[in-house]
T-cell receptor, first 112, second 114 residues
């Protein structure tokens, strides 16, 4: 089945540096969602992007949806230790199935 | 707090055994989803129920089954357990059955098969 490709798998940054994770799909998406999972926690919904070229901001987090609605990115400015965790993008499963298909996630590791 | 309740938090059992994981969705949510999370496979969709009916199946093994009851809580049954079934099992719920509603995840059940 379809699966959105997410890169990088791991990202080590120094605290204060920026961080970006990317998702790519082979198909045009109706929408894309982003989740964050803290170590030992459960995935928590961050945002949903629906429109072509859409950009949404949440404080230091910037989410973008590509013009062709086949890719998306999450950028964090000036990372803090509280940003540690795994960031997942997720696309509608499609093919008659509801729910979401998740990318494998990007593990963000921050060195103080 | 997501409002989704999963029990138990931890489960340790032996190979060949059978276990039941329980999930209560957020109040008002009719859709329940089960996901399996292991280190190398990420979040794998297992099965979805909507208002008591099976809606979609993902990579769910034949040894696994689930159901959603009239009060909307759901149970995931895992039988003939193997070492490879050790994983974190998440339940999630959403308002609508379609894939454009955010999912609200429970804290998960960590299953260890020895």
């Amino acid at each position: 089945g379809q699966q959105v490709m997410q890169i990088p798998q791991y990202q080590h940054v120094q605290e204060g540096e920026d961080f970006t994770t990317y998702c790519n799909s082979s198909t045009t998406l109706s929408n894309i969602q982003w989740y964050k999972q803290r170590p030992g926690g459960h995935p928590v919904f961050l945002i949903q992007l629906v429109k072509s070229g859409e950009v949404k901001k949440q404080k230091r987090l910037t989410f973008q949806f590509g013009e062709a609605k086949k890719n998306s990115s999450l950028h964090i400015t000036a990372t803090q230790t509280t940003d540690v965790g795994t960031y997942f993008c997720a696309e509608p499963s499609g093919g008659g199935a509801d729910g979401l298909t998740f990318g494998k996630g990007t593990h963000l590791i921050i060195q103080p | 707090d997501s409002g989704v309740t999963q029990t138990p938090k931890h489960l340790i059992t032996a190979t060949g055994q059978r276990v039941t994981l329980r999930c209560s969705p957020r109040s008002g949510d009719l859709s329940v989803y089960w996901y399996q999370q292991s280190l190398d496979q990420g979040l794998q969709f297992l099965i979805q129920y909507y208002n008591g009916e099976e809606r979609a199946k993902g990579n769910i093994l034949e040894r696994f089954s689930a159901q959603q009851f009239p009060d909307l809580h759901s149970e995931l049954n895992l039988s003939s357990l193997e070492l490879g079934d050790s994983a974190l099992y998440f339940c999630a719920s959403s308002v609508a059955p379609v894939g454009d509603s955010p999912l609200h995840f429970g804290n998960g059940t960590r299953l260890t098969v020895t």
